[in-house]
């Protein structure tokens, strides 16, 4: 649970804002999602992008409000999360890096079959859910409430707002921006964002090694017990 503490830096904010930024990755989906919306009217292409966005934001919220009660529910822990966080965030750096964003699978005939459907086909699933808010971005939220104090929290609950805001964005804008930045220029941005989720996941698993020595260091000695 969070708790009071001294206020938070700038470091801080800017830190959370931007590392969401990365996993979200909004440059990448707007790349997909302007394949995917090819043709359509530009009501139409607005409200999918709106719909998109909101889908991914209500995700992260409902983890970042009710995470605790899930970890209370389930018998999971902060740093257990920290660690799952990391690591999960890592192999999604490590997929942006060294391999294919997994978003940019999508076929020529995904495509065309995704920009014949209706907005709310497909705005909430797969766009929002997992294109934009999946396991990553999850993990990658309930990582950042760990451990912080109320003031942080609301940091990362605005941080959250300005990223659905920015997204929103680069999906509305989508054909422009794809256009503009063109293929090389949009692998050249997720290998950047690669590189900054690389370093927020070992961040993630340096700050729970840290807390799990704590943790050890504050474990009352084992009783020894006095053979009769």
Request: aromatic share 10%.
């Amino acid at each position: 649970m969070p708790h009071l503490g001294p206020l938070p830096t700038w470091s801080f904010a800017l830190g959370v804002t931007t590392s969401l930024f990365s996993v979200l990755n909004p440059i990448s989906a707007a790349a997909i999602f302007a394949g995917a919306t090819a043709g359509m009217e530009v009501p139409a292409l607005r409200r999918s992008a709106k719909k998109a966005a909101l889908t991914a934001g209500a995700a992260m919220l409902v983890f970042a409000l009710v995470g605790q009660f899930i970890f209370s529910l389930f018998g999971f822990t902060a740093l257990a999360m920290r660690f799952v966080g990391g690591v999960l965030v890592l192999y999604r750096a490590i997929s942006m890096l060294y391999g294919e964003d997994p978003r940019e699978r999508s076929t020529a005939d995904e495509k065309a079959e995704a920009s014949r459907k209706l907005p709310e086909d497909f705005a909430i699933i797969p766009f929002g859910i997992p294109l934009l808010a999946g396991p990553g971005t999850l993990s990658t939220v309930m990582g950042m409430i760990a451990g912080v104090t109320w003031l942080e929290y609301g940091v990362v609950l605005l941080a959250i707002l300005a990223n659905v805001w920015v997204t929103y964005l680069f999906l509305r804008k989508a054909p422009a921006v794809f256009a503009r930045l063109g293929a090389i220029g949009t692998k050249v941005m997720n290998k950047l964002m690669g590189l900054m989720l690389a370093a927020l996941a070992m961040q993630f698993l340096i700050n729970g090694v840290k807390a799990l020595y704590l943790e050890i260091q504050q474990m009352p000695p084992a009783a020894v017990v006095a053979p009769k």
